[in-house]
């Protein structure tokens, strides 16, 4: 799809993810960049400098993908769509009902809305949950779908629908399947908030991170200035009806995450370790490593953004918007 002078839909728009994806939209040619939210998870702020943009907007009457009448008023006259609007994974856990209501009906509302409106492409975000448990590593994407939980089964259904309207519809779409995403606008304190900030925060309190088993267990941790950069490049792919990784290849166990922190902070800290509950136990995937070759040759995506410099990246924009306070302290005692 070319994307030069079209209007996009960003549905999560405000989001972790969805407000870099609106970010690197802009950074192209666009028409226009409609932003989609009910601010359940998004924010504010991590929109404000867009919206100075006189092709951003954000849309005035609500944003839930519940709202039916209110997502069909929102695609009008728009060519193509970025689905990110998700409940998260221990969101999905302890709310299963509610999981159900956005991620699943949710994303049948859009792709429904999608048909009506005649939308010339979709992409949707699925997530490396639908694999679960690896059985080969890395993870190409005929990996089978082990998953267990809520949340893999809410995208396993979403990735579902979207053949079932394909087929049916004839809906052009590609559906994106992430690895372990971090980076700036990632809520920083929240209780369901992802590995690498927890650890942020507990060498920031000058306190010991805390690993649950040996540390061995290793993921794929992707940038997502690389992931909001590979949303852009499905939107403007000729691939259709397919899905992709969104990772790196690399292999990083959570004890090299822990020490790479360490090191990056010159703390002194000792790691402490625990044994995993039996509900960890249960839920625990040892090793997620996605395969990044389907991506780079259909998609033309190669990750940019090293551990090392993603990390930075997030240090920085943590003391920039407060969250280090301990760097905060010490420039204002300064």
């Given at each position: 799809m070319d994307i030069k002078g079209k209007k996009i839909l960003v549905i999560g728009g405000a989001g972790f993810i969805g407000s870099h994806v609106v970010e690197e939209l802009l950074k192209n040619d666009v028409g226009e960049v409609v932003i989609y939210d009910n601010f359940a998870r998004?924010?504010?702020?991590?929109?404000?400098?867009?919206?100075?943009?006189?092709?951003?907007s954000l849309y005035p009457n609500g944003g839930d993908v519940r709202e039916i009448d209110i997502l069909n008023d929102a695609m009008k006259d728009a060519d193509g769509v970025i689905h990110l609007?998700?409940?998260?994974?221990?969101?999905?856990k302890d709310y299963p009902r509610t999981a159900f209501d956005v991620n699943i009906q949710g994303t049948f509302n859009v792709l429904e809305a999608c048909v009506n409106n005649n939308i010339e492409r979709l992409v949707y975000s699925s997530s490396a949950s639908v694999y679960g448990d690896a059985t080969e590593v890395p993870m190409t994407e005929e990996h089978p779908f082990n998953n267990r939980n809520f949340y893999g089964a809410s995208k396993i259904c979403g990735e579902s629908m979207c053949r079932a309207?394909?087929?049916?519809?004839?809906?052009?779409?590609?559906?994106?399947?992430?690895?372990?995403?971090?980076?700036?606008?990632?809520?920083?304190?929240a209780a369901y908030t992802g590995v690498i900030p927890i650890m942020l925060n507990k060498v920031e309190a000058n306190?010991?991170?805390q690993i649950n088993g040996d540390g061995t267990q290793a993921y794929d941790f992707v940038s997502v200035y690389d992931t909001a950069r590979c949303n852009v490049l499905a939107l403007q792919s000729e691939a259709t009806d397919e899905f992709y990784n969104v990772g790196t290849g690399v292999q990083t166990s959570i004890k090299e995450l822990c020490d790479t922190i360490l090191e990056m902070k010159d703390s002194k800290l000792e790691v402490q370790y625990n044994p995993y509950s039996a509900d960890d136990a249960r839920r625990m995937v040892q090793n997620r490593i996605g395969c990044p070759i389907k991506a780079e040759?259909?998609?033309?995506?190669?990750?940019?953004?090293?551990?090392?410099?993603?990390?930075?990246r997030l240090m920085d924009w943590r003391i920039e918007n407060g969250v280090d306070r301990a760097e905060c302290k010490k420039k204002s005692a300064a």
């Open positions: 998004g924010k504010h702020s991590n929109i404000e400098h867009m919206l100075e943009d006189d092709r951003c609007a998700a409940m998260w994974l221990l969101h999905c309207f394909y087929d049916r519809y004839g809906l052009s779409y590609v559906g994106l399947r992430y690895m372990n995403v971090y980076g700036p606008h990632q809520d920083q304190t306190e010991a991170p040759k259909d998609l033309g995506f190669k990750y940019d953004i090293s551990l090392r410099e993603g990390l930075q």
